[in-house]
Every structure is written in structure tokens, then in C-alpha cells.
């Protein structure tokens, strides 16, 4: 690992950020310098002429300016798009410097000087709303969680050294230097946001969402819109800057008061401002994400005015008993502790803040908080200290008097911020369209209302009758209807077979039922059967459970489960990272798959159920915002370690990382050498056929471990059959002596095999998951999705010119080409020729139609057909493989309507 990589690391950066990241640190450090400089200049001049009262007079004037800039940038924003905006703000920049160049140069009075602090000021907004513009749809707000405070910590270092240049500078000559070197310094951030727009597209772009269910009242939403927290975050903002601009003119009229000539003032005030920016990027690289994960948001945010609170109330004391010394140090350590907390802490979190929102909402919320109410906070402590300094015996009790008050008023807001933050993760991530709600079939003693009538219940033994119907696909529809009409008088056999029943098919269907039954009885009998080792049956009981409420009580049982999960996804990890075969490796990344999905289902248990069921959607979703959006919401609501081992799972990071990470968690485990034996040692009960499979492919068994196959032997499923008895030959092969033992050992195995061997087709299992695989339709579809498909796939064969389906004929069925060719006609016209891999008739697999088109056989072929009622089957159990079908089939209506829009 390089030393790039390791600071990297250090910094929580990702390979794929590094660049973006370092343009964003360089663009900040650019505009830093600028900014910087010309505010070492404005307060040069103001701390010459009556500060006390010149001071504030600049705060309410640069608080105007601001508000108008911002009203200004605002529109532009709207009407030109973001990226256009930004160049413009970086060209206003530069010429607003170069006027207060002039006005440095020609100016030496008041005016002049309150002229350049107003200009300071609407600088300093205008470039702090084009960076964090540009950074907020950049980046999504877990980025933004773990970046914004590097990107932001560039400037620090830039204003550590316009704070040392504050030393020695002592005339007005001097200054001019420092606004040409901000000159330049703008138009090098200029530059780098053009190579910004090159690497990402800096555009505001907000999918649909739902309306707000919790909204602002419609009088106040002309000012604030929708949503409660841009309501919060502005009114914090407020008071957040009215109280740090009484802190800053605390600090400079003091340093003023005690040190009388200019150089020494100017002196004391660099250095406190380099040592206030120094630590301020130490805590901003390293330490804002860690406080943030250990702390949480609401505590970060109630950091500052806690702060300031205490601070405050230490002045009576300092006041009565420590001397002038004490004193000026009070100021200083209080401007240096408020500016920390808020460049490191403060404004890089209360931006993460406005992430959840839709992008263009984002930036409108940015810009109200920064260009209106900052500077109306700031216009507020101008006018209380301008009014109060009239009255000096007074002045300064009465100026932390009402920064105490404001600093309350802002630990309150933000206390309440937290909760809407919540509430706009909630809403980023929930459907935009509210499901309608299912009609409950109620059941009162012996009839069941539905709009179905009254129906007579069944003894135990009719109602036996009808589970068992469920097993015959004929019969299945009418048994299904009848049990759920009779409810809570069919939960009691129900339950048994849930107990007792070893047909695992029959036990997804009656889980299903007795999800629909809204009993204690029924959840109970789910609840037991999501404990049980067979993690196929957990699938089935939790996804019934999402049915039914959370219920505390249960609680640690589930809890449990997860804890099981989280050891298993360590167990398929290890695994992952020990097996250097690339089918094996797949396989366990599908099984993590699966834990993923069954550590949800239990959170749904445990947690608020439309929350995470909203979670779920968001991480699974397309979109990297939707994705972040949910992640962030999941960080908030669950355990951090459960979070971080979900989201270790989630991550697109090397499998030897995720196994570091797993180990951080629950410890470094002591088996995983190889996955393979613990494969098939506990079988069908916890993997799917495709991976134990997969795993009998590598496994290379002892005479003391080949017994452990015998069970896979009796499988139904012909994938393992045929995986297995592929084991033995190749132990028959490789040591034929111990193969005798265990033959002798087992005489039944001789009349076993010779049956399998008998009755095996000529095209295996595994040939056949291969074609589905090797086929557009199912290209994208996991092999361990494929292999359920195995059993319907029926092996069929035409002769030549032999006609295999006929236009007008019903369509029922979908065809895949084995071997040979099928010509497709539309009466004489042939429309396309089909060869092996190639399928035709997808449409009958979902809507059984008359055939568009003949298809006839070219020369002898072997195909495969799927019916259509025993692909819903499969679908039914596996959504993946409808998902896949429905993408194809849109691509193929896509290029159709393209040809069709062609120029002829």
C-alpha cells in the first residue's frame, strides 16, 4: 500500500473519490486564500478607526449586501443551472476584488472601511454558495457523511496563512499585494471548477417523491417551503450567527482595549486566528467523521451553543475575580473554542443536513440559510451591539445577555433538527405512490366475511384435505381461496403442518396463509419456524411475518436470528476469500445475498416495519442518491455494529476488507480455511442447490469424509443428485480400493447409482443451468436463481420440417434452442432463424396469446420447453428471474420502436 493509499484510508476516502476529493480540497484551499486576504485587509482598516462602533455599522451593512447577493445568486441559480452560476460567481469574485482593490488603494476613511468588510462578506458568501453547491449534488449524503469535512478543511490551511501574513502586515500599500494575490488566487479555483465540470455532471436533478405528510403550515412555506427541517436549520442559523458575531466583536474590541498599537493588535489577532485554523484542520481531517459516527448528529449539532453556553457562563465569574489578563484570555479561548466547533464541526454537519433533500430543494434550502438568515443573524448582533455601545458601563453584560439567549434558542432548534432530519430520510427513501391498503378477511367464530358470503367450516380433516390440495397445482387456487376465507378456523392445522410437515414446497404456501392470519397463533407457529436451522423455512416464516407488527417481547429472539446471520455472513466471507475458484466465489456471493435479505426480515421485527421495508427498497435501488438516502436512514435508526456489518455487505469493496471489517465486528473467527465441507455437511437445510453443487465440484473427500455425501445421494433435486454422484465417480477413480469399502459398507449404494445412471438425461443439470445462462433472457440472472428452473425445463425433439407451433396456436409456452435451427414464418415470409442458446415464445410465458408467427424446424433439434403455469411457479419463489424477463422484454420493445422511428 502506498503512502497516498494509507492517508486515503486514514481520511475514509475511496479509491474512485481521490481525484474528485483533491480537486475539491484544491478549489476550497483557492477560494480560502482569496477570501482570507481580503478580510486580513478589511479588518487592517476597521480595527484602526473606532471598532466599536464602525464594527457593527460594517456587520449591518455587509448583512444587506449579503442578503441582496444571495437573493441575486438565488435566481441565477434557478434560471441558468448550477455549473453556468458557479463560473459567474468565480467572475464576480474576481472583479468585486478588484474594486476593493481600489478601494484600498484610494479609500481611507470609514466608509471606505466598512465598504471593504461589506464586500469581505458578500465574497466570502458568494464563494461559500458555489462551493457547497457544487459539492451537495456531487456528492450523496453518505459521501457528504464522510467528505465534507476534507473537502472542506482545504481552506484552513489558506487561512492560516492569511492569518500569518496579518502580522506583518502594518500599511496600507501592503495590502494591495494581498488582494492581487486573491486575485489570482480566484482565478485558479475558476480553473479547477472547470475541470470539476469535466470529471462529474454539476447539474441539480431530483427525481418524483411523494408529498409530505408532516409539512410546514402554508403561511410560513413563501418563506421556508415544505419542509420543517429547512424551517429549523434556518432559524438555528440565525441565531448561530448573531451569537458568533457577538463572540468575534467580543474578541476584537477587547484585543483592541488591552493592546493599543496597531501592530501588536494585529500581531495577538494573526496568531490567535493561525492557531484557531491550524487546529481546526487537524480536527477537521481527523477527527470530525470519528465524532460524528461515535456521537451522532444531534449531539454534534448541539456541540456549539452547549459550548457557548458554558463559555458565557464562565464570564460573570472571570469578571469578579480574575484580572485583565484572565480576562483577554477568557476572549481568546472562547473565539478560538466557537471557531473550532464551527468550521470542524458545525458547518460541515449542518450541511450534511440538507443532503436528504431533493437536489433542487437542496440548493434552495442552502441558499435561504446562508444568503438570508446567516446574514440577518448577522444584521441582528450589528444592530443589538451598534444600539448598546452607547451605554459602555452596560454594553458588554447586556451583549452576552442576549447571546446567551440566542445560544439557547439554537439548542433547542437543533435538538428538534435531528428529528425532522429523520423524517426527510424517511421520505427520501418511501414509495412516491402509498400502496392501497389489502382488504382483511375477518373471521368470526365459524363464517368468514370477504364479499364472498358466508361459507361452512370443515372439520379438521376437510381442512387437512385442502392443505393437501395445495400440493396439486389443479387444485391449489380453490384450496388457497377456501382456507383463507375460513381464517382463524383453519389456523390450527395450519400451524401443525407448519410443525410436522417436511414438504418444503407446501411449507412456503401454508406460511404465506398463516400470514394473512392476523392471530397470535399464527404469528407464533411463524416465529417458531423462522428458529428452526433451515434457513430456506426462515425465508418463508419472515417473509410471512411481514404481515403482523413488531412485537417488543420478541425482541431477543430475534435478535438472536441476526446475531446467526451475522456469524454466517462471516463464515461465506472467509470462505469467499479463501477459495481462489471463480464459480465458488459467486456462489457464496449470491448466499450473502440471501443474508442480506433475511437480516432485513428480521429488522422488520425489531424495527418500525415501513421504515426499514422503505430501507430495503432504497439500498436495492438503482439510484445512487436513493441508495445513500436509505443507507443513512438505516445508520440512524439500527445498532452501529448491526449498521456496519449490513452496510460491509452492501459495499463494493475487496472481499479480504469486508472479512477485516466482519472480524472488527465479532471477531476474528478461527475455522474458514475452506467453506466447501461446512457446504456439505449441513446441505440443503442452509445453501442453495447451485452452491452445494458447486462445492461437490471442488471437494476432493477423504475415505474418512466421503461418507458425508451418502445424504445428497437422496436428494430430490436432480442438480445434487447428479453433483454427487459425480463425487463418487471421481472417488471411484482416484482410490478405488477405499471406494470397495465403502461400497461394502453400504450395499444399497451399487442398486442407487445404477438407477440414477439409468434414468439420467443425456443433457445434465448443470448443461442445462449453463444453456439458461448462455441465453439473453437469462444472461443476468444468477445460476443459483437458474437451477430452480432445472425442473420444468422439458427436454423435447423435432424432426425436419417439422412444425413446433403454428400462428394462431395458443401460446403457452417459451422454447430454448439446444441444438440445431428453428426458421420463424409469417405465412411464406421468414422472419428470423433460431440457434442454439437463442429462445422464442417469451411472450406465452406471461400472457398465454394467440402465436404472431409459425416456427418450424431446420434439420433435427433439441430445445427445451418451459410451460407457462410452471414458470409462475418458479417466479412466484423466485422474483429474480420475472425481473429479468420483464428487463429483456423492454429492451427488445426499446430497439423495436427505435427501428421503427428510423429514417426510411
Not at 178 to 200: D, E, K, N, P, S
Not at 207 to 225: D, I, N
Not at 278 to 283: G, K, M, P, T
Not at 537 to 552: G, K
Request: charged content about 15%; overall charge neutral.
Amino acid at each position: 500500500m502506498t503512502l497516498l493509499e494509507r492517508w486515503q484510508q486514514l481520511l475514509g476516502i475511496r479509491p474512485d473519490e481521490g481525484r474528485t476529493v483533491g480537486l475539491f480540497f484544491l478549489h476550497n484551499f483557492l477560494l480560502g486564500i482569496g477570501t482570507i486576504l481580503v478580510y486580513v485587509s478589511a479588518n487592517v482598516i476597521l480595527l484602526e478607526n473606532n471598532p466599536e462602533r464602525n464594527l457593527p455599522l460594517a456587520y449591518g451593512v455587509a448583512a444587506l449586501l449579503m442578503i441582496g447577493a444571495g437573493k441575486v445568486y438565488a435566481h441565477f441559480e434557478h434560471h441558468l443551472g448550477l455549473q453556468r452560476v458557479a463560473v459567474r460567481v468565480l467572475l464576480a469574485v474576481v472583479a468585486l476584488t478588484g474594486v476593493l482593490g481600489v478601494l484600498v488603494a484610494v479609500g481611507h476613511s470609514v466608509a471606505a472601511a466598512v465598504a471593504i468588510m461589506a464586500g469581505y462578506r458578500v465574497i466570502y458568501l458568494l464563494t461559500n454558495l458555489e462551493f457547497w453547491g457544487v459539492s451537495a449534488v456531487v456528492f450523496d449524503v453518505r459521501q457528504s457523511r464522510r467528505l465534507f469535512s476534507v473537502i472542506s478543511s482545504g481552506d484552513m490551511p489558506a487561512k492560516a496563512l492569511g492569518a500569518v501574513l496579518a502580522i506583518l502586515i502594518h500599511h496600507h500599500t501592503e495590502l494591495l499585494w494581498l488582494l492581487l494575490t486573491a486575485f489570482g488566487a480566484y482565478m485558479g479555483a475558476l480553473l479547477v471548477l472547470q475541470a470539476t465540470g469535466r470529471l462529474h455532471v454539476v447539474e441539480a436533478r431530483s427525481a418524483a417523491r411523494a408529498q409530505r405528510t408532516a409539512a410546514v403550515t402554508p403561511g410560513l412555506q413563501r418563506w421556508f417551503g415544505s419542509s420543517r427541517l429547512v424551517l429549523a436549520m434556518c432559524l438555528s442559523m440565525l441565531a448561530i450567527a448573531a451569537v458568533t458575531t457577538g463572540i468575534e466583536f467580543s474578541f476584537f474590541v477587547n484585543v483592541k482595549h488591552r493592546f493599543h498599537d496597531q501592530s501588536v493588535v494585529m500581531r495577538y489577532v494573526g496568531s490567535v486566528l493561525a492557531l484557531t485554523y491550524l487546529l481546526a484542520l487537524v480536527f477537521k481531517l481527523l477527527l470530525t467523521s470519528q465524532t460524528l459516527d461515535r456521537v451522532g448528529f444531534r449531539g454534534t449539532l448541539l456541540a456549539l451553543p452547549g459550548t457557548v453556553l458554558v463559555g458565557l457562563g464562565l464570564y460573570g465569574i472571570i469578571q469578579y475575580t480574575g484580572s485583565d489578563d484572565s480576562l483577554m484570555l477568557y476572549f481568546c479561548g472562547l473565539f478560538l473554542a466557537l471557531e473550532v466547533l464551527r468550521r470542524a464541526v458545525f458547518d460541515p454537519v449542518f450541511l450534511i443536513l440538507f443532503q436528504p433533500l431533493p437536489a433542487t430543494e437542496r440548493l434552495q434550502a442552502h441558499t435561504l440559510a446562508k444568503g438570508v438568515y446567516e446574514p440577518l443573524g448577522m444584521a441582528l448582533a450589528g444592530l443589538l451591539l451598534f444600539a448598546f455601545h452607547t451605554q459602555p458601563e452596560l454594553s458588554e453584560q447586556l451583549t452576552f445577555g442576549w447571546m446567551a439567549l440566542l445560544a439557547l434558542l439554537a439548542l433547542v432548534l437543533l435538538y428538534r433538527t435531528y428529528g425532522h432530519y429523520l423524517a426527510e430520510l424517511q421520505h427520501a427513501v418511501s414509495r412516491r405512490f402509498a400502496p392501497v391498503a389489502d382488504t382483511v378477511v375477518s373471521v368470526n367464530g365459524l363464517t368468514a366475511a370477504n364479499g364472498l358470503g358466508a361459507i361452512k367450516v370443515p372439520d379438521a380433516a376437510g381442512i387437512q384435505a385442502l392443505i393437501t390440495a395445495l400440493t396439486d397445482k389443479a387444485t391449489r387456487p380453490q384450496a388457497t381461496d377456501q382456507l383463507l376465507q375460513l381464517g382463524a378456523a383453519a389456523l390450527p392445522e395450519l400451524t401443525t403442518t407448519l410443525r410436522t410437515s417436511s414438504d418444503e414446497a407446501l411449507l412456503r404456501r401454508v406460511a404465506q396463509l398463516c400470514g394473512h392470519v392476523p392471530q397470535p397463533a399464527s404469528r407464533q407457529a411463524l416465529v417458531e419456524m423462522a428458529r428452526q436451522p433451515n434457513l430456506f423455512r426462515r425465508e418463508a416464516a419472515l417473509r410471512a411475518l411481514r404481515n403482523f407488527e413488531p412485537v417488543p417481547t420478541e425482541a431477543p429472539v430475534f435478535q438472536g436470528l441476526v446475531q446467526e446471520e451475522m456469524h454466517l455472513a462471516q463464515q461465506l466471507l472467509l470462505g469467499q476469500a479463501a477459495t481462489s475458484n471463480q464459480a465458488l466465489q459467486t456462489s457464496l456471493e449470491y448466499e450473502l445475498t440471501r443474508v442480506q435479505q433475511r437480516l432485513f426480515g428480521l429488522l422488520l421485527q425489531l424495527y418500525p416495519p415501513q421504515i426499514i421495508a422503505d430501507a430495503q427498497r432504497g439500498v436495492a435501488h438503482a439510484t445512487r442518491e436513493r441508495q445513500a438516502n436509505a443507507l443513512e436512514m438505516l445508520d440512524n435508526l439500527i445498532p452501529r455494529p448491526l449498521y456496519q456489518g449490513l452496510q460491509t455487505l452492501l459495499d463494493v469493496v475487496p472481499v479480504a476488507e469486508k472479512v477485516r471489517r466482519f472480524d472488527a465486528l465479532l471477531g476474528a473467527s478461527g475455522g474458514g480455511s475452506s467453506v466447501v465441507p461446512t457446504i456439505i455437511e449441513r446441505g440443503e437445510v442452509a445453501y442453495t442447490d447451485w452452491t452445494i453443487s458447486t462445492a461437490l465440484n471442488q471437494w476432493r473427500p477423504t475415505p474418512y469424509t466421503v461418507g458425508q455425501v451418502l445424504p445428497l445421494l437422496h436428494s430430490a433435486n436432480p442438480l445434487i443428485q447428479q453433483s454427487a454422484v459425480a463425487v463418487l465417480d471421481r472417488f471411484a477413480h482416484n482410490a478405488p480400493e477405499d471406494y470397495q469399502h465403502l461400497l461394502a459398507a453400504h450395499p444399497h449404494l451399487v442398486s442407487l447409482l445404477m438407477s440414477h445412471h439409468a434414468t439420467t438425461s443425456r443433457i445434465s443439470a448443470t448443461e442445462r443451468v449453463a444453456l439458461l445462462k448462455n441465453t439473453a433472457l437469462f444472461a443476468e440472472t444468477p445460476e443459483n436463481v437458474l437451477s430452480s428452473i432445472v425442473p420444468i425445463m422439458k427436454e423435447v425433439a423435432f424432426h425436419d420440417g417439422e412444425q413446433i407451433f403454428a400462428k394462431g396456436d395458443l401460446g403457452t409456452s417459451l422454447f430454448i434452442v439446444q441444438e440445431g435451427e428453428v426458421n420463424i414464418f409469417s405465412g411464406a415470409q421468414q422472419l428470423a432463424t433460431f440457434r442454439s442458446g437463442d429462445f422464442f415464445g417469451e411472450l406465452a410465458l406471461l400472457d398465454a396469446e394467440p402465436r404472431s408467427a409459425s416456427a418450424v424446424a431446420h434439420g433435427a433439434v433439441v430445445a427445451f420447453r418451459l410451460d407457462q403455469e410452471d414458470f409462475y411457479d418458479v417466479m412466484e419463489e423466485r422474483g429474480e428471474v420475472l425481473r429479468n424477463i420483464l428487463r429483456v422484454l423492454c429492451q427488445r420493445l426499446r430497439r423495436q420502436n427505435e427501428k421503427m422511428h428510423l429514417p426510411q
